[in-house]
C-alpha cells in the first residue's frame, strides 16, 4: 500500500482559494488512480475529484465542477487539489484516496469510497461567510 498525507486545509472566507496536496510514499505513486473524497459533520464522506495514472483524466463531482482542477504531479509523489471559489457549503475534511484499477477503466467510475486502497488522515477546510 501506499502512504498518504494531506496538507493545504484551513480558514478562508467564501470566494477565497485554497490548494490542498497529498504527498505519498511505497509503492510506485504512478501506479495509483488518485481521488479526493469529503466529509462534513454529521454526513457522509463524498467524492469530489478523481485523476488517472498519468493525470491525462479527470472526473468531478457535480458540486466542483468549474471550481476545483486535480492535478497530479508523479516525479513529487503528489495530488493535488487546487479550490476556487470556495462557498461554505465546501467546508468539510478532505481526505486523498489511492487505488489501483485497470487502465482501461475510466476514472468517472471511481467515485465510491470504497474502491479506494489507502486513505490519507484527511485535512480540515473551513469556509466562512
Known amino acids: 500500500q501506499v502512504q498518504l498525507v494531506e496538507s493545504g486545509g484551513g480558514l478562508v472566507q467564501a470566494g477565497d482559494s485554497l490548494r490542498l496536496s497529498c504527498a505519498a510514499s511505497g509503492r510506485t505513486f504512478s501506479s495509483y488512480a488518485m481521488g479526493w473524497f469529503r466529509q462534513a459533520p454529521g454526513k457522509e464522506r463524498e467524492f469530489v475529484a478523481a485523476i488517472s495514472y498519468s493525470g491525462g483524466s479527470t472526473y468531478y463531482a457535480d458540486s466542483v465542477k468549474g471550481r476545483f482542477t486535480i492535478s497530479r504531479d508523479n516525479a513529487k509523489n503528489t495530488v493535488y487539489l487546487q479550490m476556487n471559489s470556495l462557498k461554505p457549503e465546501d467546508t468539510a475534511v478532505y481526505y486523498c484516496?489511492?487505488?489501483?484499477?485497470?487502465?482501461?477503466?475510466?476514472?468517472?467510475?471511481?467515485?465510491?469510497?470504497?474502491?479506494?486502497?489507502?486513505w490519507g488522515q484527511g485535512t480540515q477546510v473551513t469556509v466562512s461567510s
Open positions: 484516496a489511492a487505488a489501483i484499477i485497470s487502465p482501461l477503466r475510466p476514472v468517472s467510475t471511481m467515485v465510491v469510497a470504497d474502491e479506494y486502497d489507502s
